[in-house]
C-alpha cells in the first residue's frame, strides 16, 4: 500500500490515470449498493411498517435482516474471493444485489421480506470486505490510497441516492416497493462492469497465472513499473506460506500483535455503538417523533443529512492525512458527544419548533461522524494489520462491525420506548465519551508511518522505531 504521507497528491495524480480510475469506480460500485441497500430501508419504512401492520419488533427485523445476511457475507468473502477471484465474486455479488432486489420488491408479507433481505445482506457483507480489495490489489501503488477511499465515499453516495429515490417514490405515491426495485440498476452496471474486467494482478499471480498478471499491471501502470512490480508480487507472494485461518487468528491473538486486533475491533465496535445507524436507517422516524409533520418531509429533511454525509466525507479524504488520523478522530468523536447530549436535551425539553433543532444537531452529528469514525475505521482496519494477516485482520473487525450494526438497530426501537428518547440518546452520547477515551490511551497515529513501521510498532510492544524500513509489496493489500 502506498505511504501515507503520499495518499493525497495521489488525488491530484489520479487525473491522468484514466484507467484505474475507471476501474477504481466500477468496484466502488459494490460500495454504492451497500450504501444504497442499507439507506433504502430510512424512507421505505415509514410504507412497509402500515403495509405489513408491523410491531417495533417486527420493524427492527425488517430494517436488521440485511445485517444479519452482512455478518456472514464479510465472514465468508475472503475464502470465496480467494478461491473464486475477486472479480467473478463480485459478479456473483452482483447478481445477489439484482435479484435480491427485485424479490424483495414483489415480498408478499414481512417473512418472505426479511429472507430477501438477508440474501441482499450478504451481499453487502462481502462486497464490504471484496470491493476495497480489488480496489487496492488494482491501483497503482502511488494513488492507491486515495482510490480505497472511493469505496467509503460510494458508501454515502449510495445511501444519498437512496433517500433521493425515496423521497420521489414517497411523493409521486408509489410507496416501497420501487424503492427496493432501483437496485438492480448500479447491480447491472457492476456485473456487466466487472465482466468487461480483468482479475487483480496480485489474484492471478497467486494461481500462478503470470502472463495475465502481467497484462493487468500493464493496463494500470507502464510497462517498465509491471515488471518491477511483478517481482514484488512474486516476492511477497513467496513470503506469504499458506497459513490455515485458525492459525492466523491465533496468531493475532499474540502479545504485541493483539493490541492491533484490540484497535480493528474495538474501532469496528464503537464505530457502530456512537449510534449511527440510527440515523442513517431511522431518521425519518427520529424526525417525525421530532415534530415534523409529514412523512415526505422527513423524508426531505433525511435528504439534507445524506448530502451533509457526501460533503464532508470529500473533506475527510482530503484531510487524513494532513491532520492525522487521531486529530480526526478526536475532533468528530467530541462533536458527536456533544450533539448527541444535545439531541438528548431538547427531546426532554421540548422547545417549539424542536424538530429543526433535532435536524441541526442530526447534521453536525453527521458531520462529526463522516469526518471521523466513518471513512477512518475502514482506513486503518486496512493498514493497521500486518501484510500477512491483514486478510483475516479486516476480516475479523468487519465482521464485528456487522455485529455491532445489528446490535444497535435491533434495540433502537425498544430503547426508545424503554428508556425513553433523551435517555437514549444519552447512552449514544456516553458510547462516544468511551470511544474518546479509547482512542486517546489506545489508537496510534498512523499518518506517515509505512505499512512496515505500523507492524513494528505492535510487535515491539507499542513503541515507534526510528528508522523507517523501505516499503516492500506494493501489491500487497
Ligand atoms: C458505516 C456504515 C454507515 C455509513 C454511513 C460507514 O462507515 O460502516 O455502517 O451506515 O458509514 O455513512
Not at 467509503?152 to 437512496?162: D, K, N, P, R, S
Not at 474518546?436 to 507499542?462: C, D, H, S
Request: aromatic share 10%; glycine share 10%; net charge positive.
Amino acid at each position: 500500500m502506498a505511504q501515507p504521507q503520499r495518499r493525497l497528491e495521489p488525488a491530484a495524480a489520479a487525473f491522468s490515470r484514466g484507467p484505474a480510475i475507471l476501474i477504481a469506480a466500477i468496484a466502488a460500485l459494490g460500495g454504492l449498493l451497500f450504501g444504497y441497500d442499507t439507506g433504502v430501508i430510512s424512507g421505505a419504512e415509514l410504507f412497509f411498517t402500515k403495509d405489513f401492520h408491523l410491531s417495533p419488533g417486527g420493524e427492527e427485523l425488517a430494517v436488521s435482516g440485511v445485517l444479519i445476511g452482512a455478518i456472514v457475507g464479510a465472514a465468508v468473502a475472503g475464502q470465496l474471493a480467494d478461491a473464486f477471484g475477486r472479480r467473478r465474486t463480485l459478479i456473483i455479488l452482483a447478481i445477489i444485489f439484482a435479484a435480491g432486489a427485485i424479490l424483495t420488491a414483489l415480498a408478499p408479507n414481512l417473512a418472505i421480506f426479511v429472507a430477501f433481505r438477508i440474501v441482499i445482506g450478504f451481499g453487502i457483507g462481502a462486497a464490504a470486505v471484496v470491493a476495497p480489495m480489488f480496489i487496492a490489489e488494482m491501483a497503482p501503488p502511488a494513488i492507491r490510497g486515495a482510490l480505497v477511499s472511493f469505496d467509503q465515499l460510494a458508501i454515502t453516495i449510495g445511501i444519498l441516492v437512496a433517500y433521493l429515490v425515496d423521497l420521489a417514490f414517497a411523493a409521486a405515491g408509489m410507496g416501497w416497493r420501487p424503492m427496493f426495485a432501483v437496485a438492480v440498476i448500479p447491480a447491472a452496471v457492476l456485473g456487466i462492469g466487472m465482466f468487461f474486467l480483468s482479475d487483480t494482478p496480485r489474484w492471478l499471480a497467486s494461481k500462478g497465472r503470470w502472463e495475465e498478471s502481467r497484462r493487468a499491471l500493464e493496463r494500470v501502470v507502464g510497462g517498465a513499473q509491471a515488471e518491477t512490480e511483478l517481482r514484488e508480487i512474486r516476492t511477497s507472494l513467496e513470503r506469504e506460506e499458506t497459513v490455515p485461518w485458525i492459525n492466523r487468528v491465533r496468531e493475532l491473538l499474540r502479545p504485541g500483535l493483539r493490541w492491533a486486533l484490540i484497535v480493528g475491533v474495538g474501532l469496528a465496535i464503537l464505530q457502530q455503538f456512537v449510534g449511527i445507524n440510527t440515523v442513517i436507517y431511522y431518521a425519518p422516524t427520529i424526525f417525525l417523533i421530532a415534530g415534523f409533520k409529514s412523512a415526505s418531509t422527513a423524508i426531505l429533511a433525511t435528504t439534507v443529512v445524506g448530502v451533509v454525509n457526501v460533503l464532508s466525507t470529500v473533506v475527510a479524504i482530503f484531510l487524513v492525512d494532513r491532520l492525522g488520523r487521531r486529530a480526526l478522530l478526536l475532533i468528530g468523536i467530541a462533536g458527536m458527544m456533544v450533539t448527541l447530549t444535545a439531541i438528548g436535551v431538547v427531546f426532554a425539553i421540548g422547545p417549539n419548533k424542536a424538530g429543526y433543532f433535532i435536524l441541526a444537531c442530526v447534521l453536525l452529528y453527521i458531520v462529526s461522524f463522516a469526518i471521523s469514525m466513518g471513512p477512518v475505521f475502514w482506513l486503518m482496519s486496512s493498514e493497521i494489520f500486518p501484510n500477512k494477516l491483514r486478510g483475516t485482520g479486516a476480516s475479523l473487525s468487519t465482521v464485528a462491525n456487522w455485529a455491532a450494526n445489528l446490535l444497535v438497530s435491533i434495540t433502537f426501537l425498544s430503547l426508545l420506548h424503554a428508556a425513553g428518547n433523551s435517555l437514549t440518546f444519552w447512552i449514544y452520547a456516553f458510547m462516544a465519551l468511551v470511544t474518546l477515551l479509547f482512542v486517546w490511551f489506545i489508537v496510534p497515529e498512523t499518518k506517515g508511518k509505512t505499512l512496515e513501521q505500523i507492524e513494528a510498532y505492535w510487535r515491539n510492544g507499542r513503541q515507534w522505531v526510528a528508522a523507517p524500513p523501505a516499503e516492500k509489496g506494493l501489491l500487497h493489500r
